[in-house]
């Protein structure tokens, strides 16, 4: 495995600080090529690692979102970033509980890791899959059902900082051989992004994503021409604001973001007041709480019929992995779930009134 740091230090002696963007996705393929990311051994614990009614209850709104089609003889459901493969494992054991629904399937992968493409096809035993590198590469032709958890936060972002009565990117210096953030050349915020927040103050942050934009404008056309949804669950407010959300998690802790870049999961609030604003013309619905949108769908009583028939100490642990995605403050609050369907759509499930 090449030295990432030490690649990175000579690229910025040679060449300048590299804006944060670069240094976060050097630092998102390196970590994700190792694939050593999930799970209690690993660096930390997604929401489907939790509990398996997590990706059950996914499956079951897309199941839904099928039959709400019309029930569709070929439907293209396609995963964003699907980890060690333990979503889709879950959504597919409860597809084939919908008559019709698992066969009219067409499975693809977004995932850029080597690793994590073993592990997807490893869970998936027989099912077959395409795997892809972006979303660009997806089919046109058949409705779409795309899932995303914990995606987009793996996305880099860009970050400015208002010094002097100007915006300055953000970018990765050194300081006595250790990354450290410096303050770029002037760059202007996107203009809509502006309009949405209060008069800046000396000091504060503005963080965008072009990556997670471009992904979200090629999502919202999908569904505007191919028909479908898609479920994007992930951690960020509601509405766009200032801040630093950079974050780096190593064992289950969180770590200083630019320290040894490719050995902590990096990651940043996702906004999705923005998401929703680049996937128009598709109607946005949410986001809504995790927590919510999860007892909606029925976290509770699918998580009891599993537990009737568990050990008691499995049992506990369903009711505790439940517990952990619904509650505040852990999973239940920071963690959303965004719809996005075709233009005109009317809320889908779990997505209505309170
Ligand atoms: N959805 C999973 C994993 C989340 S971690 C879960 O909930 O457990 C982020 C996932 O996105 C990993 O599979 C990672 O390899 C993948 N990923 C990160 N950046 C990516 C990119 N630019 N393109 C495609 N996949 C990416």
């Known amino acids: ?121 490893e869970a998936l035993g027989a099912t077959p899959a395409r795997w892809h590198e972006s979303l660009g590469t997806v089919p046109g032709d058949a409705p ?20 002097g009565g100007l915006w300055r990117a953000v970018r990765v210096g050194l300081a006595e051989g250790a990354f450290v953030a410096v303050d770029g050349p002037e760059t202007l915020p996107p203009p809509d992004l502006l309009a949405a927040l209060p008069p800046p103050e000396e000091g504060c942050v503005i963080e965008h994503r072009p990556a ?46 630019l320290e040894a870049p490719g050995t902590a999961d990096l990651t940043a609030h996702v906004d999705f007041a923005r998401i929703a604003a680049a996937a128009r013309p598709a109607a946005a619905f949410g986001p809504a709480p995790q927590g919510r949108w999860l007892l909606a769908m029925g976290i509770r009583e699918r998580t009891a019929q599993l537990a009737a028939h568990a050990t008691p100490e499995q049992a506990k642990a369903l ?15 920071l963690f959303k779930a965004l719809a996005l369907l075709p233009p005109g759509a009317a809320a889908p499930e779990g997505f209505g009134n309170p």
């Open 319 to 333: 009711a505790s992995g439940a517990a952990r995605l619904c509650e505040a403050p852990a999973m239940g609050r």
């Open 212 to 257: 997670a934009e471009d992904f979200a404008r090629d999502l919202g056309r999908r569904l505007a021409d191919q028909g479908g949804a898609a479920l994007i669950l992930d951690y960020g407010p509601a509405a766009s604001g200032y801040g630093d959300s950079l974050q780096a998690v190593r064992r289950h802790r969180f770590a200083p973001p």
């Open 1 to 121: 495995m090449p030295d990432l740091s030490a690649a990175l230090r000579a690229r910025i002696a040679a060449h300048g600080p590299l804006p944060l963007e670069a240094f976060m996705a050097e630092a998102a393929a390196a970590y994700y090529a190792e694939g050593r990311a999930f799970g209690r051994d690993g660096d930390f614990v997604t929401a489907p690692e939790i509990s398996q009614v997590f990706g059950e209850l996914v499956g079951l709104w897309c199941a839904l979102r099928w039959i709400a089609m019309g029930r569709p003889a070929r439907v293209l459901v396609c995963e964003c970033g699907p980890g060690r493969g333990t979503l889709i494992a879950d959504f597919l054991r409860a597809a084939r509980s919908v008559p019709g629904f698992a066969a009219a399937i067409e499975l693809h992968l977004v995932e850029t890791s080597a690793a994590l493409r073993r592990a997807q096809a």
């Open 144 to 163: 779409l059902l795309l899932v995303a958890n914990e995606f987009l936060d793996a996305l880099p972002v860009r970050q400015l900082v208002r010094r």
